[in-house]
Structure formats: structure tokens, C-alpha cells
């Protein structure tokens, strides 16, 4: 795990200790950014690759979605995991279309916390290994897949008659 690139997003800063002693980690390890736009501006920045973002219970539930859909475009590799200290009625589906990985309830403890993250880091290394196509020889083209589409050529969505 401490290969990791993890960044606590949000205020108050203090948020970064808590997500550290979850992880059991040195506060050093994790990273921290302000705010939403912050975290934006790491993940286009050329020096930085982010596995997890953590965004704090502070950082606003339209700002968590807007993060989720630019990450998603910008930066499919990371993951999002939003920590709310209530719980989130009704907007859970809207969390998920939006790329997020796990909403985590802080009220039930740091347990909770500690395995979203976790799982949210095996994910993001998976998905970075799956694209880095493992140990492909010089000159081998790899085949990644097909997508392959099935639809009806009836355009007017009346039933056909034989």
C-alpha cells in the first residue's frame, strides 16, 4: 500500500491525519489538497499520478460530483472515495454515475473508511496494470479487445409484420 498515491481533498486539514491513522500511515504519506479545483489541477499537472482521492465530509456534494465526472474524463486511473459524516439520503446513484468509487458513512467508525480506500487502491493498480499490457514483447501488437454493437435496422419502432 505505500506505493499508493493517495490525496485527502478538503477541509480541515486535520481530515488528512484521520485518513492517515486509518490507513495506519504516517500523515506525511498521505497527500492534501484544499479543495475540489485543487484536485483538478494536481491530476492535469505532468508530475503526479493519483490512485485515490478522498474527499472529505466538508467538500460540497456538487463539487464532489463535478470532481467525479472530470477525474473520470480526464483521469480514469483514480478512484474517488467521498466520506460524508450523515448519511447521504438519495443521492447514492447519483455518486455512482459519476464515477465514484464508495460513499463512506463516517458515523459507523474508521473501519469502514479504511477498506473503501483499500479497495479502491487495488482497484486503481488493477486497472493501471491491465493498461500497461505486462511484459509484451518489442514490435507485439496486443490485442486489448471488440466492441461489438446489435441493434435492429427497423427505424420507425413498429412491429414487423412477416
Known amino acids: 500500500m505505500t506505493d499508493a498515491s493517495?490525496?485527502?481533498v478538503g477541509t480541515p486539514q486535520s481530515f488528512r491525519q484521520q485518513l492517515a491513522r486509518?490507513?495506519?500511515l504516517e500523515a506525511e504519506e498521505v497527500g492534501w489538497v484544499q479543495s475540489a479545483t485543487a484536485a483538478e489541477e494536481l491530476l492535469i499537472g505532468p508530475y503526479h499520478?493519483?490512485?485515490?482521492l478522498v474527499l472529505s465530509p466538508e467538500v460540497k456534494e456538487a463539487d464532489a460530483l463535478g470532481l467525479a465526472e472530470f477525474v473520470g474524463r480526464t483521469s480514469p486511473g483514480t478512484a474517488i472515495v467521498?466520506?460524508?459524516d450523515h448519511t447521504w439520503n438519495g443521492l447514492l446513484?447519483?455518486?455512482?454515475?459519476?464515477?465514484?468509487r464508495d460513499v463512506v458513512d463516517m458515523t459507523q467508525g474508521t473501519d469502514e473508511l479504511r477498506e473503501a480506500v483499500e479497495r479502491a487502491i487495488a482497484w486503481a493498480a488493477n486497472l493501471r496494470s491491465a493498461n500497461a499490457g505486462g511484459g509484451k514483447a518489442e514490435g507485439v501488437r496486443t490485442q486489448r479487445g471488440h466492441i461489438i454493437s446489435i441493434f435492429s435496422s427497423k427505424?420507425?419502432?413498429s412491429p414487423r409484420r412477416a
Open 22 to 24: 486509518s490507513l495506519e
Open 49 to 52: 499520478t493519483v490512485d485515490v
Open 93 to 100: 446513484p447519483a455518486a455512482m454515475r459519476a464515477g465514484i
Open 155 to 157: 427505424s420507425d419502432g
Open 82 to 84: 467521498l466520506v460524508r
Open 6 to 8: 493517495v490525496v485527502a
